[in-house]
């Protein structure tokens, strides 16, 4: 009886051996079925709320030099992308019209000392009996209309001598000329000049973000011509009215360009400073896009060895990390290997 018992007891301990065995066997081959994962722990920091827009650069003031009547054109002194000043005589048109109406001047004034001359003899009739009062309103309303066609006149005048020679309003660049030497002038303005220093520069603000955007914020402002260099602006304008299409606001930027170097119809990116907000911060490895929407996703461990798969929004992009308004708490720990095959409250095997 002994003998069985000792057997008894060898065989139960042996058994249980073999079940300790296999357990630890089947624990370890679990254990290497798990997906493996590499994780970050991410915290808050201070992030720069910044706003980017693309930009479009616009004469600060343009001038189309036109004549003001129909007239043949006999020199124009500028031609497009060269530089004037205010005042330069920058076109010439025929003075033949000049003489005509210098014409009409001094028969205006023929008229109006011929009127003038009834006017007195009428009044001088009427102190001395020979005439009538109705005579000499006549005469007065005669005169009145005399002395109004002399103005006229004189006005006509001195349009045709300034529609002689055309002078440029502003100091700028010739940006258009749409006409030769012996031409008549048409609809079209003969020259276009505008004024490139400053320049505007403008953008467009979403509706949501214009209590953000006020009058006199600095603007960082970068052109393709110029990689990354920086030019600074101020907001000058800000539109008091929404496109009921787009659902935006039109932003006018003021840019210094005493080099000239900005030119209109050159194509940029306004940067707008909103302070600094405290979001959590992970590196792009950790976000997930989900294919067929624009939908981001970071997978965060949890204390049970498990992943949950949380929607994110993102905000700006600091280097090789992103600003997260939302999705992640600060402390987590977030997947930034090894996210094939996941799946949310999948469990996973780390490696630190």
């Not at 008894?8 to 630890?24: E, N, P, Q, R, T």
């Not at 722990?41 to 980017?52: A, F, N, P």
């Amino acid at each position: 009886m002994k003998t069985y018992k000792y057997v008894s007891s060898a065989l139960v301990l042996a058994l249980a051996l073999a079940a300790c065995g296999k357990d630890k066997a089947e624990s370890e081959s679990e254990k290497e079925d798990l997906p493996v994962v590499k994780t970050m722990k991410v915290s808050e920091q201070d992030v720069d709320q910044l706003s980017v827009y693309t930009a479009s650069v616009e004469p600060e003031v343009i001038n189309n030099i036109s004549a003001q009547m129909a007239n043949r054109i006999k020199a124009i002194y500028v031609d497009e992308g060269v530089k004037v000043g205010k005042g330069q005589k920058l076109v010439l048109l025929d003075d033949v019209n000049t003489t005509q109406y210098e014409l009409a001047v001094d028969n205006a004034k023929a008229a109006l000392r011929n009127a003038q001359t009834n006017y007195d003899r009428a009044v001088e009739l009427l102190k001395i009996g020979g005439g009538t009062q109705q005579s000499v309103d006549q005469m007065e309303v005669t005169l009145i209309n005399a002395k109004n066609a002399v103005s006229q006149a004189e006005r006509t005048l001195a349009n045709a001598r300034e529609n002689t020679v055309l002078t440029s309003p502003i100091s700028g660049v010739v940006t258009a000329r749409n006409y030769d030497p012996g031409d008549m002038t048409g609809a079209l303005p003969i020259l276009t000049v505008a004024q490139v220093n400053p320049v505007k520069v403008v953008i467009n603000v979403n509706e949501s973000q214009l209590a953000n955007v006020n009058k006199g914020m600095p603007v960082d402002l970068t052109f393709n011509t110029y990689g990354d260099e920086v030019f600074k602006g101020t907001v000058s304008l800000v539109m008091p009215t929404v496109d009921a299409a787009s659902r935006t606001v039109g932003v006018e930027i003021t840019l210094p360009n005493s080099d000239g170097r900005v030119l209109p119809g050159m194509f940029g990116r306004a940067t707008i400073s909103h302070g600094t907000s405290s979001h959590v911060v992970v590196p792009d490895r950790a976000v997930v896009k989900q294919q067929g929407s624009g939908d981001h996703y970071v997978y965060v461990l949890k204390n049970d060895g498990t992943v949950s798969y949380n929607k994110v929004e993102l905000g700006q992009r600091i280097g090789t990390s992103y600003e997260l308004i939302s999705g992640v708490p600060a402390g987590s720990e977030v997947i930034v290997e090894g996210q094939n095959g996941l799946t949310d409250g999948k469990k996973v095997q780390v490696i630190k």
